[in-house]
């Protein structure tokens, strides 16, 4: 099948555990099972056929290394469960535009190295896919990413909340030029959205009128850090938020959003969900749910299964929104699914059932 070619732009702790992820199961067997990927072929694909070829990002810190160390450099504080080999892929600076919040500028050192070509880089390392790592609030960022991988070639995998893929324009853009586009903002393996977003259809099937809700975010990485900001959080609330709603047949008060920062979390992530319904006989029903999870190695599984996705879509002349993978994989896809139903979808795909 041949190689998957992936570029990164910004190294930060999903980065990390991408990277370390695609080394963790190098090697996998055709019928093993593994927590996170939905095969470890994925349409003739393996993890094993990824292939790191270029990196950007702005942190004085990570611009200049190999990326097999910059992963570890800087504010990144995921955990480690993998070693990575020298890479051979040199971290570039890049344009910072609206990359870096009022409260990033405050701890992160900007590089004084000559900011690169980036379509001529992904154009020189023959990249497949740019995946859009940058941190939430890149708007003006993104769309020019996102413009350096049509510039390019490449298909885009946009993890952030800025609304790409499920924007009927740029996904016009792609499709005219015959580029696969996924996102946008990961979902992770099993993170506060999908877990709201399961609870809220189970309730729906059994027949619950869900009243209120909400959900609160804690986290000690430059995400949470970040996202203090809140002039930076519009789309990343209208994600979530979208996504939540979108199980349900009716509207409900509904409230999503990070609460705060809590430096020694790390990159642990712990979640709150309250929901308030009603059942049979008008019965009240409340439920209170906790998630504490390790927030970056969440969502690298799925990244996995969607650059090797994008990868497909590229030898098949697929371009333009991808519909299945979107919807497994991301919070505010161009078509919302039950996960049940999007895997569904996702399997028709790899079997070439499903274009998109």
């Known amino acids: 099948m041949g190689r998957v070619r992936v570029a990164v732009a910004g190294v930060g702790n999903c980065c990390s555990a ?9 090697g996998l067997p055709e019928d093993a099972d593994v927590p996170g990927l939905l095969h ?75 900011v690169v ?80 977003k399961a609870l809220v259809k189970l309730l729906e099937e059994r027949g619950v009128r869900i009243e209120e809700t909400y959900q609160l975010n804690v986290g000690g990485d430059t995400d949470f850090l970040n996202m203090l900001e809140r002039e930076r959080l519009a789309s990343k609330e209208v994600s979530k938020s979208v996504a939540v709603q979108q199980m349900a047949s009716r509207e409900f008060p509904l409230k999503i959003g990070p609460s705060d920062y809590i430096p020694f979390l790390e990159n642990r992530k712990i979640c709150y969900i309250w929901i308030k319904g009603r059942y049979f006989g008008d019965a009240p029903l409340s439920l209170d749910v906790k998630l504490s999870v390790w927030d970056a190695p969440n969502s690298a599984g799925m990244v996995i299964d969607v650059v090797r996705a994008v990868k497909l879509a590229m030898d098949r002349g697929v371009g333009g929104p991808l519909i299945s993978i979107s919807a497994w994989a991301f919070k505010h896809p ?10 569904a979808w996702v399997e028709e795909f790899i079997e070439g059932k499903r274009e998109r």
């Not at 161009?334 to 895997?343: D, L, N, Q």
Request: with cysteine; proline share 6%; hydrophobic share 45%.
């Open 40 to 114: 470890p072929s994925f349409g003739g694909y393996r993890v094993d056929d990824i292939e790191f070829v270029a990196a950007f990002d702005v942190d004085a810190s990570k611009v200049g290394k190999d990326l097999s160390e910059a992963i570890f450099s800087g504010l990144n504080n995921t955990r480690v469960f993998a070693k990575v080999p020298r890479l051979g892929v040199r971290v570039m600076n890049a344009p910072v535009m609206d990359g870096l919040g009022k409260y990033l500028k405050s701890v992160i050192k900007v590089s004084d190295e000559p």
């Open 117 to 196: 070509d980036v379509a001529q880089v992904l154009r020189d390392s023959r990249a497949d896919v740019l995946v859009n790592y940058l941190p939430v609030g890149s708007e003006q960022a993104t769309r020019w990413y996102a413009s350096q991988a049509l510039e390019a070639g490449c298909g885009f995998v946009n993890c952030i909340p800025v609304f790409i893929a499920s924007d009927p324009v740029w996904a016009q853009r792609f499709a005219d030029r015959r580029l696969p586009v996924a996102g946008d903002d990961v979902q992770s393996q099993l993170g506060a959205t999908v877990l709201h």
């Open 18 to 26: 991408f990277v370390q992820g695609v080394y963790y199961y190098r």
């Open 334 to 343: 161009p078509v919302h699914a039950a996960p049940s139903t999007a895997k």
